[in-house]
Nanobody, 116 residues
């Protein structure tokens, strides 16, 4: 089992920046994919970014060149640096990971609101 806890959400003005953090605990040695998803009101949950245990990254087109995902060497934490935020980035952001047994784990989510 893996437990995930997000932090770092909040209210920010358009053009501003936020950094989200995800802390993982439990059986973390089997984690091989880490990432972030988001869900805006009335929309389906969507991929934002992922990073593998060897550092390979993947981004949604809508956030490329604005967001950066990174991880701690021990795979017990990962981060999402969000720059040039837009109102359409407003959503609940969920921390996510998958392990080598193909189990998926989710955090409870953190609200990001981009508004003036």
């Amino acid at each position: 089992q893996v437990q995930l806890v997000e932090s770092g959400g909040g209210l920010v003005q358009p053009g501003g920046s936020l950094t989200l953090s995800c802390a993982a605990s439990g059986t973390i040695f089997r984690i091989n994919i880490m990432g972030w998803y988001r869900q805006a009101p009335g929309k389906e949950r969507e991929l934002v970014a992922t990073i593998s245990s060897v550092g390979r990254t993947n981004y949604a087109e809508s956030v490329k060149d604005r967001f950066t995902i990174s991880r701690a060497n021990a795979n017990n934490a990962w981060y999402l640096q969000m720059n040039s935020l837009k109102p359409e980035d407003t959503a609940v952001y969920y921390c996510y990971c998958k392990n080598t047994n193909f189990n998926n784990y989710w955090g409870h989510g953190t609200q990001v609101t981009v508004s003036s």
